[in-house]
């Protein structure tokens, strides 16, 4: 293969040198060209202050983009915008300059903006980029937060400048305890969300409800601006978020910086070895690198791995760490003290981390514009390099087989769900706690339908007309419910020899993670699970000594306890799906342990308490037809593997990651694909609608795979509770065959005659 980079060369020349004779090795190179966004009209055609003026003509800059002009426009019009643009193309600008003009020519109470960032971190660092403009004094900013000194806080309420820069953390809280951020509420006219794309799944559940908050404090709508990184559907995402109408303005996809964008295939070695092989390979080189993993505990596990073993001096940055060893992670980065970080998604964010070279990504993520995010990182300054290690899983050999389909990608919708009802209860009870009551008709319908079983908890009360809480009750329920990054129920991991807690972890992924036996990693440190205690929301570890070669995963089964249908359809291919919310029952009954290098299984044990949770979710519920010449074990075979495809498939056609979804499969042809997120996230909705073409990308993984009845590049998943047995291709096949040919109409509804024990 001939590469058009040298540093292409170099590097697959150093794959070569390292797995001699195997599969492994660069199979596609892509040059991405600097590119700029349209070119707007003159700064000085377009009406912009004297002041501001002088600023753009010290940065050199003489013209406006195109979509910088459009949104210039439409934001001075009063109206809803959302700016998507790829990264490093002046987004900032785009909305800062039109309120920078309102501020400095129109007399308003302040503060007039208030403007949000996802992270504090990302606050104090977005803050710098517009600081030059903040050189006269109608024109200033301040941050307010939970880092803010009190004094800060005092002297910005008591005097506040036009823009407030906060998050909605802050927001979140500051609206139940703080007079000073209902205040700000109450009197700014603008309120932008930047970074908009953040805010999918049950995070944007909460920024939602939000906005129901932010409006009903106002008594009024105020002018709502949102900036997004390049998603598939901003108008609809930022509609469906703030139920407001919305114009769209749009930047290029393309970056400012050159990019040589690489997959590499790791064969049937492992993928984790390929990357830190890389990584090693950059340090060695002088070259500073993010490498993106999705799952905390593999940060840790391969950061431990770059340290110990191959002496490369990283840290890892990722979510459940303590805020100042995040922002130390992120100093060391930027002042080249360490060669390089190991994180899960919490570095897609803006964070100015300095000049990187590289990003190494150890499997695809879970969308397109997740990818252009985390590929963006490298670049910026120089020329960057984006490497993507392609292993031995479904999507990676689908991506193997068509590499240039990898850069072709649609940008797939990003999606909330608000129906959600812990995050409806959390901001019912955060605005009760406000407003001390409020009457029925007034609520948001989403609010309405969950004030029965919050009355059933003792938390709110009906009195007449209104909705009242029940303060002690009510302001206990709020405090375990403060933070909008996590759900209320999380587990304390605690240090068995100190007795000290470490971290904490979410349920349910903490059932599947803290169960007795598990090995668990922290700040690089391998830990034994000794105990979980569900009711006291505890787990105790004690750390190991020795140098660990192996990891754990559960044995688990999942099974649907109760359900409620929202909608159902007979689809294209004629099975019957339905929409739903379903009560799920997930017991951890054993695990395995696995070799570190290889994977290969080399203990399994049971459980002598198995470990069972319950939580209520959404999900796809499917009845695909029986096969008439299948036994029940046959059956359960081909189920488990149309279950196990679905899930790869949504990779692809809904943008999941691969712990977004899970499955359970029944011998009676039900199906159910759910949310993994309590209360749900939106992805299964995502699907549902989505369903045919993710059963063609399903058939298309496994009819393409040239093993024989199933392997990790069709079937198989990391996540199965069963350790991938009661699985057949070759039936799973049959099925959709039969299916695809005989589009015979499937009347049963799904799951109510299911029969057989549940596979996942």
């Known amino acids: 293969m001939v ?199 049950v995070l944007g559940s909460h920024i939602h409800h939000l906005v129901h908050r932010v409006k009903m404090v106002r008594g009024s709508k105020p002018q709502f601006v949102a900036c997004s990184a390049t998603i598939g559907n901003p108008k609809e995402f930022a509609e469906s978020i703030f139920e407001e109408e919305f114009v769209e303005v749009k930047g290029g996809l393309r970056r400012r910086g050159t990019a040589v964008h690489i997959l590499v295939s790791a064969g049937y070695l492992s993928r984790w070895s390929i990357a830190t092989s890389i990584a090693k390979f950059l340090a060695d080189s002088g070259m500073r690198f993010i490498l993106f993993v999705d799952s905390q505990q593999l940060a840790e596990m391969l950061a431990n791995t770059l340290l110990h073993r191959l002496g490369v001096n990283v840290m890892v940055h990722r979510a459940g760490l303590p805020h100042d060893l995040r922002r130390d992670v992120e100093q060391k980065l930027r002042d080249g003290a360490i060669s390089g970080v190991v994180a899960t998604p919490t570095l897609e964010l803006g964070i100015d981390i300095g000049s990187l070279d590289a990003v190494v990504m150890t499997s695809p993520p879970p969308s397109y514009a997740k990818y252009l995010q985390r590929a963006g990182r490298a670049g910026r300054r120089r020329k960057g390099y984006v490497i993507t290690v392609l292993g031995n899983e479904p999507i990676d050999a689908y991506y193997a087989r068509n590499p240039e389909a990898f850069f072709n990608q649609e940008l797939v919708p990003s999606v909330i769900e608000p129906l959600n009802e812990d995050v409806s209860k959390t901001h019912l009870v955060a605005y009760l706690l406000q407003a001390r009551k409020a009457k029925l008709r007034d609520l948001p319908r989403e609010w309405k339908l969950v004030i029965d079983e919050l009355a059933a908890e003792g938390v709110v009360k009906r009195v007449g007309p209104y909705v009242v809480p029940i303060a002690r009750v009510a302001r206990r329920f709020f405090s375990e419910r403060e933070s909008i990054r996590s759900f209320s129920d999380q587990v304390s991991i605690i240090d068995a020899a100190s007795d000290k807690v470490i971290g904490t972890r979410e349920l349910p992924v903490a059932v599947l993670e803290l169960y007795p036996g598990a090995v668990y990693f922290y700040a690089t440190k391998p830990y034994r699970v000794l105990k979980l205690d569900l009711a006291e929301k505890k787990a105790w ?220």
């Open 541 to 760: 570890v004690r750390q190991l000594e020795e140098l660990v070669e192996v990891y754990t995963k559960p044995l688990y089964r999942v099974d649907v306890a109760d359900y409620a249908i929202y909608d159902e359809r007979i689809s294209e291919l004629g099975i019957k799906a339905a929409y739903a919310k379903v009560l799920l029952e997930e017991v951890v009954y054993g695990y395995v342990v696995k070799d570190l290098k290889s994977g290969e299984t080399l203990s399994i044990n049971e459980l002598e308490s198995p470990v069972l949770y319950k939580y209520v979710t959404r999900a796809v519920l499917l009845k695909m037809p029986e096969h008439q010449d299948f036994d029940l074990i046959s059956s359960a075979e081909a189920y488990h593997a149309i279950e196990h495809a679905l899930i790869s498939a949504a990779g692809i056609t809904c943008g999941s990651g691969i712990s977004d979804l899970g499955g359970i499969s029944y011998p009676s042809g039900d199906i159910v694909i759910y949310d993994a997120a309590p209360g749900g996230s939106g992805l299964a909705k995502l699907l549902y609608t989505r369903l045919e073409r993710t059963i063609r990308v399903a058939y298309e993984i496994m009819s393409k795979c040239n093993c024989y009845d199933g392997c990790p590049r069709c079937i198989y998943s990391p996540f199965c509770g069963n350790n991938n047995r009661v699985l057949s291709k070759i039936k799973a096949l049959k099925v959709l065959n039969a299916l695809f040919s005989s589009r015979a109409i499937v009347v049963e509804e799904p799951l109510t005659e299911r029969y057989g024990n549940p596979l996942v």
């Open 3 to 201: 590469f058009r980079d040298p540093f292409t060369l170099e590097l697959s020349r150093h794959i070569e040198s390292q797995y001699p004779r195997s599969a492994v090795g660069v199979i596609y190179e892509k040059i991405e060209e600097a590119a700029e966004p349209e070119e707007g009209p003159s700064i000085y055609s377009v009406d912009i202050p004297e002041q501001l003026l002088k600023v753009l003509e010290k940065r050199g800059i003489s013209r406006l983009y195109k979509f910088q002009y459009e949104a210039y426009k439409h934001i001075l019009d009063g109206k809803n915008v959302v700016i998507s643009a790829g990264t490093g193309t002046g987004k900032t600008e785009a909305f800062f300059l039109p309120l920078a003009k309102k501020i400095l020519e129109e007399k308003h109470e302040n503060p007039e903006v208030l403007l949000l960032y996802p992270t504090k971190a990302l606050a104090r660092d977005q803050v710098k980029r517009f600081s030059e403009y903040m050189v006269y004094g109608k024109l200033s900013a301040g941050i307010y937060d939970g880092d803010s000194p009190e004094h800060v806080r005092k002297r910005l309420a008591l005097s506040p400048p036009p823009i407030i820069v906060t998050n909605p953390d802050m927001l979140h809280v500051g609206l139940v305890y703080s007079p000073y951020v209902q205040e700000f509420v109450k009197r700014a006219g603008v309120f932008v969300f930047d970074e908009l794309h953040v805010y999918e799944g």
